[in-house]
């Protein structure tokens, strides 16, 4: 039988743990993010989060990691790390197996669930409709001839749905916050489909809207206001095409009357320069927002996007 004094001293060591706990507060959550675009989306829906801290895990000035090769620092963040956060359709292709080995109990968020119409690589000419499809995707997986089109965060409109399936995932994950994260992923989604219309209605007043892009990234963007991307200079990112190459793209540049190729700010202009001037078209930089400021949320990238939009419009327009 339980006496007075003893009820009484379990009564004030449950009260010592109550207050202990409410000082020390829940429980922290570390995310960390696989790309740059995705440290922007996160840390948009997460900003005002009590105990969330949101973290890159490649450096923010990399771009597309289609290369790239996880070091040891990156293994101890994954190690430390509550939620990953990833770009997904095979973008963290370096990843592999070093998911399981670095933090077995890792929570992943896939920023590409959901997303319907997705792009085969080199599928310009059908811009999502003929070729069109959707299926279920792994977290991994390293990109071929066939594969999805990973660049979903260049387009604003679909960058606005990764917003909000990052809100819910993350709400489902820390339920404390779970009001913040639907109100910060609403404004952003919001503000991103206003841009993304923005682009359409700007695009349908060019009368020539074919152009060349430096590799694959700007697809979705195309698609969803209307460009057409007829060529691209570079089929795998970094590298440079055969002197035949460069030909053949010129001569779809001449037949399909491009108005202009864009490069991009990540990779070297050089042979997109080249490629413009033999073909007698302009040339001009678009920025994917694949790297950027460290810090920065979505305020940056729908600043950069801006700009993007007043470059078609300066560099079509003319045609």
Partial sequence: MRTPVFSAIIIVLLSVF???SAIAGPKPVKIICSTYPMYLFTNSVCKGSAGVTVDLMLPSSLGCPHDYVLTPQDMRKLAEADVLVINGLGMESFLD????????????????SGQKGLILLEDHESHGHEGEKSRGHEATGHHHHGDYNPHLFSSPRRAAWIVASLGESM???????AALYRKNAFSWHRRLMDLSNMYTKAVAALSNRNIVTQHEVFDYLAADCGLSVVAVV???PGQE???AAMLEIVRTIREK???ALFTEPQYPAKVGETIAKEAGIDVAVLDPVASGPKGADLAHYESVMIKNLEILKAVLGKK
């Fill in 234 to 236: 570079e089929s795998e």
């Fill in 241 to 243: 095409p055969s002197a």
């Fill in 171 to 177: 709400a489902k994950i820390d339920p404390k916050n």
């Fill in 257 to 259: 009357k491009a108005a």
């Fill in 18 to 20: 109550s207050i202990t």
């Fill in 97 to 112: 197996a070093s998911l399981k080995k670095a933090n077995p109990g890792l929570r992943i968020i896939d920023s590409s």
